[in-house]
């Protein structure tokens, strides 16, 4: 994440430097690369999120609590509407979900079923638990756009081998879904939900805030769980608590902890890092999340 309102750079330029970043096996790592932007569209501030591949998505809502929180930090308030690629979202300080942790309530939506926007060529809108026979296997699956579309579909037991199988279809940016799609599948455990995702531009992550969201809303659209009910979604790097309402808006609160701050040069012309430098260790904040993390107990 780099605080990029003093920064001009294209957007070409920042997917450089998002693959040199991003890179795991370079200085850095990660799955993508945040900004946080000036005010625009008298919005209090921007972000832009860049996936590992370069490709810029319209929206990150675990990285969306990142850069509220900086911005916050950096402008001195607690409250604040964003502005993302292509849509808006609101964003609070909140208090904290466990002992040490920095958390944000972000609002954002509304969720959309408009397939033909994405779009998914030859599915008719709305795609609710629908096969989609150009996917291998027999899934169904419901479409969602945050604005960035996800497919999520519900499971018994997530098999990871078959999710990347689907991913991968999609990522190959068929003639039928030139903009790929993020694919979830989602286990129901009690009134809980666990999502696992395999992420457009960067393949299987541990943790994708707009997946949540996403699946939290197919829940509530199928009946699984109730309309504005808080919910906790489990994912491999902890959990958040979501709230999905008939009139699309999603909300999420969960953490926004940080690490590591530190320097990095990036070359342009070779598109390549230099050395990270790390400036200073948030141990404390590690700490506090690994204790939550550790307890959400994802399986
Ligand atoms: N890969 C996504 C963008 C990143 C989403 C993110 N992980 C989240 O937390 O929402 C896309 O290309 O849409």
């Known amino acids: 994440m780099i605080d990029a309102r003093e920064i001009e750079l294209s957007a070409v330029e920042w997917a450089t430097v998002a693959r040199a970043l991003a890179d795991r096996r370079g200085a850095v790592g990660g799955d993508g690369l945040l900004l946080l932007g000036k005010s625009l569209r008298s919005c209090d501030f921007s972000m832009a999120m860049f996936n590992s591949d370069g490709s810029e998505a319209e929206t990150c809502l675990n990285g969306l609590r990142c850069v509220a929180r900086m911005g916050f930090e950096a402008l001195g308030i607690d409250q604040a509407r964003v502005a993302l690629k292509t849509s808006e979202a609101l964003v609070e300080r909140v208090p904290e979900l466990a002992p040490g942790v920095y958390s944000v309530l972000e609002t954002a939506g509304p ?38 579309p996800h497919l999520v579909a519900f499971v018994e037991a997530v098999d990871e081998d078959e999710l990347v199988r689907v991913g991968e279809v999609c990522e190959a940016a068929p003639d039928w879904l030139p903009n790929r799609a993020n694919v979830s599948f989602v286990e129901v455990r009690g009134n809980a939900l666990f999502v696992r995702t395999f992420e457009r531009g960067v393949g299987l992550t541990d943790s994708c805030g707009s997946a949540m969201a996403a699946s939290t809303y197919a829940a509530c659209l199928t009946g699984r769980i109730g309309w504005d009910r808080e919910t906790v979604v489990l994912n491999r790097g902890g959990m958040v608590r979501a709230r999905a309402g008939e009139d699309a808006m999603v909300s999420i609160a969960g953490n926004a902890t940080y690490e590591w701050t530190g320097s990095v040069t990036v070359d342009l012309g070779s598109g390549t890092a230099g050395d990270l430098v790390i400036e200073a260790w948030r141990n404390d904040e590690i700490a506090a999340w690994g204790a939550v993390a550790d307890e959400a107990a994802w399986g």
């Open 111 to 148: 969720a959309s079923l408009d397939v033909a926007a994405w779009p998914m060529v030859g599915e008719a809108a709305p795609l609710v638990e629908r096969a989609i026979p150009r996917l291998p296997g027999e899934r169904r699956f419901t479409a969602v756009a945050m604005p960035n």
